[in-house]
């Protein structure tokens, strides 16, 4: 911070701000990613050296040359159809998905994609139901939509649909249709787990006779390191009453700033009417349109063999440090282990020790939109090679088993 | 639009949409981007050969190379420190803005910008003032936030200043306090004038007094073909109760997608807090920190050549083609001509036979807020080169005199 920074007047803003800005805890969602220097389990970054820089070099030199005049243009508000076609190929061979160009939407990354969804069907304290834990930023993005948030819990196969029903009934029951059900199909984040192909139908049927949709994030479909690819809620329901939601910042990277939504025409025409913009990120769309039929399929096998890896020395490296009575997650993809310690531990209040030794988490309270989560942790095993994992998770073992000795 | 697009199930999704989404005519802002092959007076698109595609190819060649890890990772929510800086600097020289990094926030065009102003300021049915008639993507935007728009009349020398003033006196009788008021200083969308020197004081006068702040939009700074530039709103208030708005989009390229606020620490800091994502434009974000100190500079004098002949063509092409009554803007800059035709005309019915003589415009009634502009219509002369210029306003000439003989 720049303490020449010229501060308000003797009268404050306050009046002026909307509920959403005057209720927030005045910090960014990412505030300090300049800092490298600690081992950061924190945050959902990609392996930096995985990033494709030379290759999306070449293709910005390719797409500038054949369509320079469009990429440094405005854009079509839907996104560039160049780009959704190839995002429909993809989707038809991998995802099992069937989208036309009316069905997608391109937004930048899926931050604007959830925040399109809440302008789009929130308003100030509807109800909604989500996951609990959850993505931060969603839990960020609900509590600033002023979105009355329904947690449901999730256990080994995700949502629990029966504690999910028994909310819809409940909410039924006052009169309250919730705007929708937001899941995080493949390795929740934070928990890691799936949802099992038995629960995704369930949830499909639960959808339709509440009279709700489902909102599936799908971030980390590509990224599985073990066992089968299921099918995406979207494509088991074709896409009637879900909206799904992609990403390219697990894979081409976070810069670009790409995602998707796929969903009902209704629904798509209706967020892209809300979108007055000039278009998203077009030349970054235009570079990605080259980019990803070349290179995506080899890009993701690569970052298969990385990310497994570094799961595997995080569960080891956890098996050997973490305390007993400690449990986390064993995903089988995506960027995070879950972990849970015994009574005793409180995962904030750990979180200045661990920095001091050079160590950096997410505290599990961060994912619960209800306050829960003090003895949880969320651990990227994504940024960090397996040297700096096996350091960092030492001293974490370490740290937590001082607290628990205290504690006892 | 493919035919075969799936349609929604037999039950509509209407009774979840939010207020605003519920109100939308349906239709994206742009959506026929595509189409080139008439002559469009429509958008502020700028010229396509000025695009700046093989220095834009170099300086990412540049920015990969050097700061690939970085360019293609998730960013610091307030932007790229690295571009802040330079924004900086440009501010400072050229606008006479004196700006910390405390004071900016780097958008995803000045479409974000707005977005966040109003999610930061608006609660659905919250009174703001705007200039009437003004840039038709804040007149869908104010509308989709549902603020209540108090519209005042703008002539020579920008807004009228007395009648702002009776308006916020009335408004305060009423107990309302207006967010925030929207002006764009120079170059006014669509009517083309410059907020005077005098009426610039007169405004932060206003603001203080009835405690509110102004929201100045300066996309077209940096584009004066004649007279003296004027110091910013911001710069003559010091930034103390004015947020700048500025933009790429109008120099180095709408596909850019970059824009920024500049601002008092406390709204920066709100704003950022409730701009939940992963960096805006990160990749971009580089290339232009590589772009902007090498070309922006000749890049400008380049465009505002280029732009000067293409207002002059247009106003001589008016000159000799409108029938008598007709009246025109002659704008010191920026994009647009603003053509007040006599009774007797209706440019929203008229577009359909220009259209069909394959010439494009946008209808008056787009840029007010409260339903007038029937006899207007804004002409970009920025798209088109002189000899389509001469062309397209001979047939709109031809069209209004037909037209006004029929009415007569």
Not at 81 to 99: E, M, T, V
Not at 103 to 116: E, F, V
Not at 174 to 188: A, E, L
Not at 344 to 367: F, H, K, N, S
Request: glycine content about 10%; overall charge negative.
């Amino acid at each position: 911070m720049d303490r020449t920074a010229r501060e308000s007047p003797t009268h404050g803003f306050g009046a002026l701000f909307s509920r959403r800005a005057a209720g927030l805890p005045g910090r960014a969602l990412l505030d300090d990613t300049e800092v490298v220097d600690r081992i950061s389990f924190t945050f959902g970054f990609p392996d930096a050296a995985s990033l494709p820089a030379q290759q999306v070099a070449e293709s910005t030199l390719r797409a500038l040359a054949e369509r320079g005049d469009r990429a440094l243009q405005y854009g079509d508000t839907r996104g560039y159809g160049g780009l959704i076609d190839i995002l429909r190929d993809k989707l038809a061979r991998d995802q099992g998905i069937d989208a036309t160009r009316d069905n997608i939407l391109i937004t930048a990354g899926s931050s604007q994609a959830l925040d399109l969804i809440l302008d789009g069907f929130v308003d100030w304290g509807d109800t909604i139901v989500s996951e609990n834990p959850t993505f931060l930023g969603a839990v960020s993005a609900f509590r600033d939509a002023g979105a009355n948030v329904v947690p449901t819990p999730i256990d080994r196969d995700g949502i629990d649909v029966a504690a999910l029903e028994r909310n819809l009934a409940r909410l039924r029951a006052d009169g309250v249709t919730p705007k929708f059900i937001y899941v995080i199909s493949n390795f929740q984040n934070p928990a890691g787990v799936c949802l099992s192909l038995e629960r995704r139908r369930a949830l499909i049927a639960i959808a339709h006779r509440y009279g709700t949709i489902v909102i599936e994030d799908d971030a980390y479909f590509d990224l599985r390191y073990d066992g089968e690819q299921l099918p995406p809620i979207y494509a088991l329901d074709r896409g009637e009453h879900v909206v799904y939601m992609g990403t390219l910042s697990k894979t081409m990277g976070p810069g670009m700033r790409i995602g998707w939504l796929v969903g009902p025409p209704e629904i798509i025409r209706r967020l892209t009417a809300l979108k007055v913009d000039g278009g998203t990120n077009i030349f970054g769309s235009h570079v990605a349109a080259d980019w990803l039929p070349r290179h995506l399929a080899d890009h993701i096998a690569g970052l298969r063999e990385t990310y497994r890896r570094r799961r595997d020395a995080m569960l080891a490296a956890l098996e050997r440090s973490m305390p007993p009575g400690t449990t986390w997650s064993r995903p089988d993809g995506g960027f995070f282990i879950w972990v849970t310690f015994p009574d005793g531990i409180d995962t904030g209040r750990m979180l200045a020790q661990a920095r001091e030794r050079g160590v950096d988490y997410l505290p599990g309270t961060r994912c619960y939109s209800d306050g829960r989560g003090q003895r949880d942790m969320r651990l990227a095993f994504s940024f960090s090679d397996e040297a700096r994992i096996e350091r960092g998770i030492a001293i974490l073992g370490e740290i937590a088993t001082g607290e628990l000795r205290e504690a006892g």
